[in-house]
């Protein structure tokens, strides 16, 4: 708020969140410059706390970064030993087999991993060299200089009432001020959002499009457990409702990741897809995986898919877009962390080289340059085409079509070109009364969960007397708007229960936000099909508290 007088602290470059593109930004900063001054923000309690991936790690990007990083300690320690793709029909299951794949597809050299505790391990690299980090910090506001350039950002503000007024242990924050600003807070982080905006960086561009990955850690019995083991599936149960498909890693200590992931641009409003994900493991060839295992964690986030043609323009004066703040998941690999590094260590250098040679708050055009045309940009275009045929022609038409086109592209062309998407995934939300409802089994309470229950997995905690994080642009519309037309779909596609249509005798329907539960995984900003819901960061160390994820 402008009438808040802030102390300003002063940097080189000030990095905003501390996943693999912010860390890998820090550190490759002091590798070229031990005296180059910077900082880190991160919004949750530690690094590591909001960290949610698959995971398997291509080490790529490590490995040009810190290329001794076994010697260093890395917690990477599970090699991939077999890859298994299925086809599953409600009761049974048809494997695909490996050879017709493209050889991106391989996951030969890569590793099963928690990402949380590769960033904890990478924050002790960082800070080894000089790195300050202060985690807790969430950063609420942009600074920007006199020239409309970004200058900093607001961090570490606290104690405001539910109304937005200042309570009485009401702190202020301090400006952070940065010859460049990095931002790498994540899919559809709030203040990428807000620059994005700004500066119209998405003109001549494509929409981002995203997908809802829901992960839990099971630990199994042993004698099921099969470590090193990989295997994706497709079709049951979103079949014709949804794209989308689920991993099952086998990481070491008997643990399982089980995750689903469902593609946002789904018609249907009655889709829900944290159920989807439960009823997923009472297939036979997971439930059996499952039987008298113990789930240990539960998370929930949004994922970019969008691609090649969907990443914006990642300068602006003073600032640069990292990671997945740009989109740089390869859909068909479900692979992002490497991309997410190498642009941390892109856009460290090209900073380097314009604080070397006296510029300050302009664009970054080189560490455009290399994103574009450089080891991501290659990895994406490749795959470029995956994602809009999955989205308009279907899972088979992905498979085959996709495929093909994956192994041209190898030899350096594509048949198709570019394939555009289109509509946003809130666009693509069809009309309530043209759609089935689904009826959903209820949980079991041993292989499958209610959200609330396992929203308690995934250690969420925010100040109650802070103002709500999800905003309504118009109070009226979900009611007015979204109830009517598509059967206000918030109640459905949030993994964690933060929203509730209540009807009461006599009264209207309320709309309730439960902004306690959100595990700050975007998909309410994302998929509200009027774009009413607008996700902005609550105060430092709220939020999820992900242990191995």
């Known amino acids: ?57 291509d080490p790529c990007g490590l490995d040009a970064l810190i290329p001794d990083w076994k010697d260093k300690g890395a917690p990477i320690n599970t090699p991939v030993r077999e890859d298994n793709f299925y086809m599953l029909g409600e009761g049974g299951k048809v494997r695909i087999p490996n050879w017709p794949m493209p050889p991106l597809m391989n996951n030969h050299g890569n590793y099963i991993v928690s990402m949380g505790n590769v960033c904890r391990w990478m924050a002790e690299q960082a800070e080894a060299l000089g790195v300050e980090i202060f985690p807790g910090m969430a950063c609420s506001e942009m600074v920007y200089g006199d020239n409309g350039e970004v200058k900093g950002v607001v961090a570490g503000e606290f104690g405001r009432n539910e109304d937005g007024t200042p309570g009485p242990s009401y702190e202020p924050g301090m400006e952070l001020h940065g010859k460049y600003v990095f931002l790498s807070e994540g899919v559809r982080g709030s203040l990428a959002k807000e620059v994005i905006g700004k500066y119209d960086l998405s003109n001549g561009h494509e929409p981002q499009k995203f997908g809802l990955g829901m992960k839990e850690i099971w630990e199994v019995d042993p004698a099921k457990h099969r470590e090193g083991s990989v295997t994706h599936t497709m079709g049951w149960p979103l079949g014709s409702n949804a794209g989308g498909g689920s991993f099952i890693y086998h990481l070491e200590n008997n643990q399982v990741y089980v995750g689903f992931v469902v593609h946002l641009n ?8 944290y159920m989807e994900f439960q009823r997923f493991k009472h ?25 090649y043609q969907s990443m914006p323009k990642m300068v602006a004066p003073g600032v640069a877009l990292l990671g997945c703040s740009v989109g740089m998941v390869n859909v068909p690999r479900i692979k992002g962390n490497h991309n997410a590094m190498l642009s941390g260590k892109a856009a460290a250098e090209a900073a380097h080289a314009a604080i070397t040679a006296g ?190 994820m």
């Open 1 to 57: 708020m402008t009438d808040v007088t802030r102390e300003a602290m002063e940097y080189d470059v000030v990095i905003v969140g501390a996943g693999p593109a912010g860390l890998s930004a820090a550190i490759r900063l002091k590798q070229l410059d031990a005296d180059c001054q910077v900082v880190v923000l991160e919004k949750g309690s530690e690094v590591g706390a909001h960290i949610l991936s698959g995971a398997v790690l």
């Open 266 to 273: 789904y018609q249907n409003p009655h889709l829900y897809p």
């Open 283 to 307: 297939h036979p060839m997971v439930a059996e995986l499952l039987k008298g295992g113990k789930r240990v964690a539960y998370g929930a986030r949004a994922i970019t898919e969008g691609g």
């Open 359 to 548: 510029r300050t708050s302009d664009e970054l055009n080189d560490y455009e340059t290399e994103v574009r045309t450089g080891a991501i940009g290659k990895d994406l275009k490749k795959v470029r085409n995956v994602k809009p045929l999955w989205s308009k022609y279907g899972l088979l038409a992905s498979l085959t079509v996709g495929g093909l086109d994956m192994w041209t592209n190898t030899a350096g062309f594509s048949l198709l070109g570019t394939l555009k998407h289109g509509k946003t995934d809130a666009e693509a939300t069809g009309l309530a009364e043209t759609h089935k409802k689904i009826d959903y089994p209820k949980p079991d309470g041993k292989l499958s969960f209610d959200r609330l229950t396992n929203v308690s997995f995934s250690m969420t905690n925010h100040e109650e007397s802070q103002p709500a994080h999800l905003t309504l642009k118009d109070p009226n519309v979900p009611i007015s708007v979204n109830l009517p037309k598509y059967a206000e779909p918030a109640q459905r596609y949030c993994p964690a229960g933060v929203y509730e249509v209540v009807h009461e005798e006599g009264k209207e329907p309320r709309f309730v936000i439960n902004f306690q539960n959100c595990v700050h995984c975007k998909t309410c900003d994302i998929k509200d099909p009027s774009q009413n819901i607008n996700w902005v960061t609550p105060q430092g160390g709220d939020g999820p508290n992900y242990p191995n």
